[in-house]
T-cell receptor
Framework: AAGVIQSPRHLIKEKRETATLKCYPI?????VYWYQQGPGQDPQFLIS???????DKGSIPDRFSAQQFSDYHSELNMSSLELGDSALYFC????????????FGPGTRLTVT | QKEVEQNSGPLSVPEGAIASLNCTYS??????FFWYRQYSGKSPELIMS????GDKEDGRFTAQLNKASQYVSLLIRDSQPSDSATYLC????????????FGRGTQLTVWP
C-alpha cells in the first residue's frame, strides 16, 4: 500500500538559512499533520491542514509557515534557522479529522550547523 | 504535568514472554487512543488503535482501554527480538482536531 512520502530525507543547513520540507499524503487522505521530534523526545505537534485549510496549530515558531496545496501535498517552510531546529520532522496523514488514524511518513532529518 | 504519561522504562523481557506497556492520560474527554512503535531513527508506525472501553486484539497485540481510570495498556504476547523498539502511547483529546499528544515512550528490549 502507498505510504506518506517526504522529501528530502536528509537536509543540512546553516544558521539563518531557510529550508522547505515537502509531504505527499497517502492517496485519498485529505488531512496532513506536521510533527517535530528532537533527540530523545516524543513527537510534538506543529500544525495541521484539512481540505487545504489550516485546522489546528501547535507549538510552531513564527519563523515557520506551512500550507496544503490543491493536490493535498503540504510544505513546511522554515526560515532563520537556529541550531535548536535540528530534529526529525514527520508528516502524517489521515482521512478526515477526528478519530481517524494517522500514518507517518519516513521523516526529514534536519541538521542546522 | 504531561498530557500522556507512560511507565518508565526501559523494559526488558525474554523472548516468548509477555511485555506489558502502560499509559495514563489527563484529559477525561479524550476519545481515541493509539500505540505506535518506533525504531531508533525511524518514524512512528501505528500498531493499534482503540476507541471503546475493553480489549482489542490484533495478532500478538492486545490493547486495553479503561476510560474511567484514564488508562491504556498494550500487551505483546510471545515477544520477539524484532519487537525491540520504543513504544509510544498517543491520545486524541476531545477538544482538538486531530492533534496527537504523545507520551515519552517506553523502550522495550526482547532478549533471545
Amino acid at each position: 500500500a502507498a505510504g506518506v512520502i517526504q522529501s528530502p530525507r536528509h537536509l543540512i543547513k546553516e544558521k539563518r538559512e531557510t529550508a522547505t520540507l515537502k509531504c505527499y499524503p497517502i492517496p485519498r487522505h485529505d488531512t496532513v499533520y506536521w510533527y517535530q521530534q528532537g533527540p530523545g523526545q516524543d513527537p510534538q505537534f506543529l500544525i495541521s491542514f484539512y481540505e487545504k485549510m489550516q485546522s489546528d496549530k501547535g507549538s510552531i515558531p513564527d519563523r515557520f509557515s506551512a500550507q496544503q496545496f490543491s493536490d493535498y501535498h503540504s510544505e513546511l517552510n522554515m526560515s532563520s534557522l537556529e541550531l535548536g531546529d535540528s530534529a526529525l520532522y514527520f508528516c502524517a496523514s489521515s482521512s478526515g479529522t477526528g478519530q481517524h488514524e494517522q500514518y507517518f511518513g519516513p521523516g526529514t532529518r534536519l541538521t542546522v550547523t | 504535568q504531561k498530557e500522556v504519561e507512560q511507565n518508565s522504562g526501559p523494559l526488558s523481557v525474554p523472548e516468548g514472554a509477555i511485555a506489558s506497556l502502560n499509559c495514563t492520560y489527563s484529559d477525561r474527554g479524550s476519545q481515541s487512543f493509539f500505540w505506535y512503535r518506533q525504531y531508533s531513527g525511524k518514524s512512528p508506525e501505528l500498531i493499534m488503535s482503540i476507541y471503546s472501553n475493553g480489549d482489542k486484539e490484533d495478532g500478538r497485540f492486545t490493547a486495553q482501554l479503561n476510560k474511567a481510570s484514564q488508562y491504556v495498556s498494550l500487551l505483546i504476547r510471545d515477544s520477539q527480538p524484532s519487537d525491540s523498539a520504543t513504544y509510544l502511547c498517543a491520545v486524541l483529546r476531545g477538544s482538538t482536531l486531530g492533534r496527537l499528544y504523545f507520551g515519552r515512550g517506553t523502550q522495550l528490549t526482547v532478549w533471545p
